[in-house]
């Protein structure tokens, strides 16, 4: 599939896409300039969470107070 496939696959823009191509290691193949995808990649990528809002990634933990999960380990509550 292209950026604009899976975009509309997935609900969310091209500028989305991108980002979690950068950010979330997001399952992309390029080819030539286009990015290309494989949907049975993506539904994997996208069960394991990092297409969440809460997951963290490279992000620090001064991203605020009211983050208070963390992509390693748990507390326990909940």
């Known amino acids: 599939m292209s950026v604009e496939e899976i975009a509309e696959y997935l609900g969310v823009s091209k500028d989305t896409i991108y980002g979690w191509i950068a950010k979330r290691d997001m399952p992309a193949h390029k080819v030539g300039r286009l990015w290309k ?8 990528w996208v069960r394991t969470g990092k297409a969440s809002d809460e997951y963290s990634g490279s992000v620090s933990e001064e991203a605020g107070p009211h983050k208070e999960k963390h992509a390693k380990g748990g507390n326990g509550n909940g």
Do not use: A, L, R, Y
């Open 37 to 44: 995808f494989k949907t049975d990649e993506i539904d994997s």
